[in-house]
Nanobody, 130 residues
Framework: QVQFVESGGGRVQPGDSLRLSCAASGVTLSDYAIGWFRQAPGKEREGVSCISASDGSTDYTDSVKGRFTISKDNAVNTVYLQMNSLNPEDTAVYYC???????????????????????WGQGTQVTVSS
């Protein structure tokens, strides 16, 4: 049984940092490209970042470049998302998922490749507010 569990969310003030974790069981994260996504109230789910299985390369949606960093620890089968300089627009439920069709991140943040991801967890809430 495959299970992804996201954690690390919370309520912070603008400018603060958080580190999210995505722990997997029943699947080896290093076999797939792993993406972080978020969904704000009333909005569609959007891609935030991705880390490739093939070479560990990373990419980000434009709004988080320079502020967020994705990484993984294969030894503990966990992917992380370090989020710095948070702002209210980052408020959302954050999810991780595995791309079952690719080992390399698709580099697409338009939503066209969203269907390629599976094993969605319950998400972790991030709230940025003063």
């Amino acid at each position: 049984q495959v299970q992804f569990v996201e954690s690390g969310g919370g309520r912070v003030q603008p400018g603060d940092s958080l580190r999210l974790s995505c722990a997997a069981s029943g699947v080896t994260l290093s076999d797939y490209a792993i993406g972080w996504f978020r969904q704000a109230p009333g909005k569609e789910r959007e891609g935030v970042s991705c880390i490739s299985a093939s070479d560990g390369s990373t990419d980000y949606t434009d709004s988080v470049k320079g502020r967020f960093t994705i990484s993984k620890d294969n030894a503990v089968n966990t992917v992380y998302l370090q989020m710095n300089s948070l702002n209210p627009e980052d408020t959302a439920v954050y999810y991780c998922a595995a791309n079952l069709m690719r080992r390399r991140c698709p580099g697409d943040y338009t939503g066209r490749t969203l269907h390629e991801y599976s094993y969605w967890g319950q998400g972790t809430q991030v709230t940025v507010s003063s």
